[in-house]
């Protein structure tokens, strides 16, 4: 069981440049959401997702894009690439209506130059 | 949901209980206390919940107020591997669950020989 997996670890992009985070589950969970950790600081949501093709904004949604075509991904889409968005990226997942503990992946991290 | 505060730091001896408090003094009756834990800078993970009662599981226990305006968690043996930031959260639980977690600075715990 691999829960829920980040690619890519590690990743430097130039400003400007556009990407994707992948982020898949393989725990029939219908929620996932993105996160981004900046150096000392608590994780902030950027978007959220409650089944396949329902997305909404979370508190930092600017200059991200998400889809949710099928229950296992939650590709997070980075359209031109700031340095302010360097940071840790986290994406989790969890059961539905009456699910508890949200399950992590290990993250990425991204810089951008 | 409701925020919550949490002191920056404490300390802990080794093999003593540790309790971290939080206060969530805005909690609505619909909102659950989660409390997660990050471990350098790895993805968070889960520890306990809980509504109204106390909770206790394998990895710790978890107080909560008759009035839910605070709680504690309780590592009853802290360890070294215990030395984590741990996040308390509060969020709305059953059918209103949207399975997002909205995250604070959280408590720096650092368990000392």
């Known amino acids: 069981n691999a829960g829920v997996t980040q690619t890519p670890k590690f990743q430097v992009l130039k400003t400007g440049q556009s990407m994707t985070l992948q982020c898949a589950q393989d725990?029939?969970?219908?929620?996932m959401s993105w996160y981004r950790q900046d150096p000392g600081m608590g994780l902030r949501l950027i978007h959220y997702?409650?089944?396949?093709?329902?997305?909404d904004q979370g508190e930092v949604p600017n200059g991200y894009n998400v889809s949710r075509s099928t229950t296992e991904d939650f590709p997070l889409r980075l359209l031109s690439a700031a340095p302010s968005q360097t940071s840790v990226y986290f994406c989790?997942?969890?059961?539905?209506?009456?699910?508890?503990?949200?399950?992590f992946g290990q993250g990425t991290r991204l810089t951008v130059v | 949901d409701a925020k919550t505060t949490q002191p920056t730091s404490m300390d802990c001896a080794e093999g003593r209980a540790a309790n971290l408090p939080c206060n969530h003094s805005?909690?609505?009756?619909?909102?659950?206390v989660y409390w997660y834990r990050q471990i350098h800078s790895q993805g968070p993970q889960y520890i306990i919940h809980?509504?109204?009662n106390n909770e206790t599981n394998e990895m710790a226990s978890l107080i909560i107020t008759e009035d839910r305006k605070s709680s504690t968690l309780i590592l009853p043996h802290a360890t070294l591997r215990d030395t984590a930031v741990y996040y308390c959260?509060?969020?709305?639980?059953?059918?209103?669950?949207?399975?997002?977690?909205?995250f604070g600075q959280g408590t720096t715990l650092q368990v000392k020989p």
């Open positions: 809980g509504l109204k």
């Open positions: 959260i509060v969020r709305v639980g059953g059918s209103s669950n949207t399975g997002k977690l909205i």
């Open positions: 989790a997942s969890s059961r539905g209506t009456g699910g508890t503990e949200a399950f």
């Open positions: 805005t909690i609505s009756g619909n909102e659950y």
């Open positions: 997702s409650v089944g396949a093709g329902i997305t």
């Open positions: 725990m029939n969970h219908e929620y």
